[in-house]
């Protein structure tokens, strides 16, 4: 039996995958940036997801169990380690370019 799903294309299946592996931690993920505004963390998060990166949004409140309190560096912006390198370049230039 085969199934004919053409609104299911292979890059849709690809793509689950990688979300499964990233759901089950089995993705290394290396922190590319960091900065002590959340807002400008998210600005910059959903910049890296336009541009087909997968960051990892979790973690931008501060330290947990105590809302509002930052690590003296800030909070970073994670992603996978096969994307770092190129992610990073695309992230210090939009953070560059937003504090002009």
Do not use: W
């Not at 299911?8 to 290394?28: I, K, P, R």
């Not at 501060?62 to 994307?83: A, F, N």
């Not at 370049?89 to 504090?99: G, H």
């Amino acid at each position: 039996m085969v199934l004919d799903l053409p609104h299911l294309s292979a890059g849709y299946f690809l793509c689950t995958l990688y979300q499964d592996a990233l759901v089950q931690g089995m993705v290394n993920f290396e922190t590319i940036l960091t900065h002590r505004d959340s807002g400008i963390l998210r600005i910059l998060v959903v910049a890296l997801k336009a541009h087909g990166f997968h960051p990892l949004e979790d973690g931008f409140e501060g330290i947990p169990g105590y809302p509002g309190v930052m690590p003296p560096k800030g909070v970073g912006i994670q992603v996978p380690v096969h994307e770092a390198s190129d992610a990073k370049l695309l992230a210090e230039a939009l953070l560059e370019e937003m504090s002009r």
